[in-house]
């Protein structure tokens, strides 16, 4: 194939906009969420193992923290189980968990670091559980009650679901020190040894903040944060997020993605976005161009 005047163009315009990037971002931690609904074709596979190799390669320390909502789904499916979801988390009986933990344990994590490697790695597979990276305990969510008269909000019990207690970044440190990619499966371990469901993104979060990471990036399968319309919302503070929850217009699987983005950012990681994973090196356009992709949550006072 002939390169076209155009296209050497495109490259040439793209690589010069890079050099800042590359330079701002070298020798930092970036933590990337990427989506179970990210994760749809081989081509985006490829795609986003390429940028995170890329990434690498220009001295910058990715970090993975995956998802696999959707094919833990279809495994549950298949053993004829549905899964109910409250406030965009999966109720986890003792079987669904057994089932998160091969799926994201085993099926995902393992495709990922395999996917890294093929494209020049070296990734490095984990789970909450080895180093004792992920110290969780139950997860508790309130329901509002709608009569005003009773004041003790509902306590719902979502089974073997987790939050993050502790994150022990000894074992990623190691791994990053010695130019590994960690690609970490979003399970807990509790006090007496038992496992915990968490959702990834909060995984994501959490791991940013402790690692001091300078970017947190969540890939998802939406352009970013939508309004009612339809339209990209970019550069919120958590006052407008908060407005857009209460309204509505933020829910199911958004919730804990905002929730974390806004937390992180306020526990000192530089910036937070929300990019579309179904866009071919989302991750690489959001990274090194000026545009950038999707929604951007930053520090309250960088406004
Ligand atoms: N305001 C919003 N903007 C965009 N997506 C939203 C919004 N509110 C709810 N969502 C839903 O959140 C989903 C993303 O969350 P989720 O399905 O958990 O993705 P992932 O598997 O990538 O974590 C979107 O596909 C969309 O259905
Ligand atoms: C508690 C909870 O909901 N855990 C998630 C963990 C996987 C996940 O977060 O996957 P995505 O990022 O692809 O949605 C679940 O069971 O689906």
Redesign the pocket.
């Known amino acids: 194939m002939t390169l076209t005047a155009d296209r050497a163009m495109n490259i040439a315009r793209v690589l010069t906009e890079s050099l800042p990037y590359i330079r701002r971002f070298a020798g930092k931690t970036v933590v990337i969420?990427y989506?179970?609904?990210a994760m749809v074709d081989d081509d985006l596979k490829n795609g986003f193992s390429r940028d995170v190799v890329l990434m690498k390669l220009v001295g910058i320390n990715p970090v993975v923290v995956?998802?696999?909502?959707?094919q833990?789904?279809r495994l549950l499916e298949r053993i004829g189980k549905q899964?109910e979801?409250i406030q965009?988390?999966?109720v986890?009986d003792k079987e669904t968990m057994d089932v998160?933990e091969m799926v994201?344990g085993g099926q995902v994590n393992k495709e990922i670091v395999n996917l890294i490697n093929r494209h020049g790695g070296p990734a490095v597979g984990l789970t909450g559980k080895d180093g004792t990276l992920i110290y969780a305990e139950k997860l508790r969510l309130t329901r509002d009650q709608e009569d005003p008269t009773v004041n003790v909000p509902e306590i719902i019990d979502?089974g073997h679901?987790g939050k993050v207690k502790q994150i022990n970044t000894r074992i990623v440190d190691m791994l990053v020190q010695s130019d590994f990619i960690p690609v970490i499966a979003?399970i807990g371990v509790g006090e007496d040894g038992q496992s915990y469901?968490?959702?990834?993104?909060l995984v994501a979060g959490k791991l940013a903040e402790a690692l001091g990471a300078e970017k947190l990036i969540l890939l998802t399968n939406t352009p970013g944060l939508l309004d009612q319309e339809g339209k990209l919302l970019t550069g919120l503070n958590a006052a407008q997020v908060q407005s857009l929850i209460a309204n509505g217009t933020i829910s199911g699987?958004m919730l804990p993605k905002v929730q974390c983005a806004l937390e992180a950012v306020d526990r000192g990681v530089k910036s937070a976005h929300i990019i579309d994973g179904r866009v071919e090196h989302a991750v690489i356009l959001e990274l090194f161009t000026d545009e950038g992709v999707g929604t951007l949550i930053r520090q309250e006072n960088d406004f």
Do not use: C, E, Q, Y
């Open positions: 969420k989506g179970g609904n995956h998802g696999g909502g959707p833990i789904g899964s979801f965009g988390m999966r986890t998160v994201l979502l679901v979003p469901n968490i959702n990834a993104d699987g």
